[in-house]
């Protein structure tokens, strides 16, 4: 079945224009079902035999890789793999029993098999523990049983991606945003928290961890939980149905094309950043395929021009108030070129620390269950989805 998984990767024109599930007919006339993700440049393939939810298959591919990318301390690529291959067989083992999803729990996981490390390769023997885990017989089964830390802290970030379609006029016409909320946690212990929200009406769609009570934030709008030990995703949620996301920028552009040449004016500075930065900021320009050469200038960062892609990058670094950030220049095409239906569509890449653009506010985070006063630390960020520029 990988055989036909490659040859319509092949004939594809780019990995991303293959659906995520499509079917193939085998020797024997029976239809296949290829369900496939991408992460870290490697291809997760799951093969279903028969009618099967498909998202719970691509969800187990997800989850595949975050315990691949916990046990490799961050770094999955096809070197580790082939590296570790022993243990990325037996998780597969205890992931899956009889074709179906069983343990992906990584706390679990790594109560069954050990992580790699150099003591271990330099010890040698088994990686396998010869006890069930303790956590495994548990009502909670996602925490390791017996946590101490001399020093219980749980740091909490709040990542959101907006998305946002901009018209000529530098009007945002749609905006959204779908935020994550990351736990990294070192508490001793069964702690039992409670996350609460100044604003959780914001919130439109949540998805949560296992380990949140949901009958209780469907009642009370507050996130009730006994944590994992490590790093995990609490909650994912998306906004923009019942608030208005934010953009943290404002431009003005006007693109024009004549016989033979075209011109390109662009400006952009922050806005509504609650004194936060916004950096690492990119705008990408589709030319025409008549393009053959640009003579730009910027006020700020550097503009490089793609003459077989026909793409200009312009890498625009940070934005301040300070400091005026324009794009202006010409653009040489062929004599002959037909540019009436032309209408290239800008994109604009950046990340804004210590932002929230769709308001959503942390009230408090309290602990029950254990004595201790734990440190508590919170970050936000937030960053490009997908955000257009219309011409």
Known sequence: M??????????????????????????????????????????????????FPPLLALEFLSRLDSVLSDFFSGIVSEEKIKEYFIIVYQLMD??????????TEPNVLKEMITP????????????????????????????????????NEIFIDL?????????????????????????NCHLSGVPDL??????????????????????????????????????FTLMKYRCGQNSIVQVPFSITHEIKFNKGSGRVDICLEPRNT?????????????????????????????????????????????LTRERECSLTGSMTMMADSDTTDVHPVLTVDFKAPMLCVSGLKVDSLSLTGERYKPYKGMRTMSYSGTVEIRS
């Not at 490390?117 to 885990?133: C, D, E, K, Q, R």
């Open 194 to 231: 409670t996350l609460t929200f100044m604003n959780p009406q914001l919130i439109d769609d949540a998805s949560f961890h296992p380990c949140v009570r949901y009958s209780r934030y469907t009642r009370e709008k507050l996130v009730s939980f006994v944590p994992p030990d490590g790093r």
């Open 274 to 318: 609650q004194g936060a930065s916004i950096e690492d900021v990119w705008v990408s320009i589709p030319m025409p395929e008549c393009v053959n050469n640009t003579n730009i200038t910027v006020t700020q960062g550097q503009f490089i021009f793609d003459p077989i892609k026909k793409l200009g990058r312009w890498e625009v670094g940070k």
């Open 159 to 183: 990542a959101e991606r907006v998305n946002a379609i901009i018209d000529k006029a530098g009007i945002p016409i749609y905006t959204d945003c779908f935020g994550e909320v990351i736990c």
């Open 2 to 51: 990988c055989d036909d998984f490659w040859d319509a990767m092949a004939v594809a024109p780019s990995p991303d224009s293959i659906k995520p599930v499509f079917t193939v007919d085998t020797a024997g006339g029976a239809e296949v079902h290829l369900v496939h993700l991408c992460r870290h440049g490697l291809m997760y393939l799951a093969i279903l035999r028969r009618e």
């Open 116 to 151: 790699p490390s150099a003591l271990n390769t330099l010890i040698g023997g088994s990686m396998l523990a010869v006890t069930i885990p303790e956590g495994a017989l548990s009502n909670i089964p996602w925490r390791k049983a017996g946590v101490r830390y001399t020093n």
């Open 94 to 103: 205890e992931m899956v029993d009889f074709g179906f999803p069983n343990t």
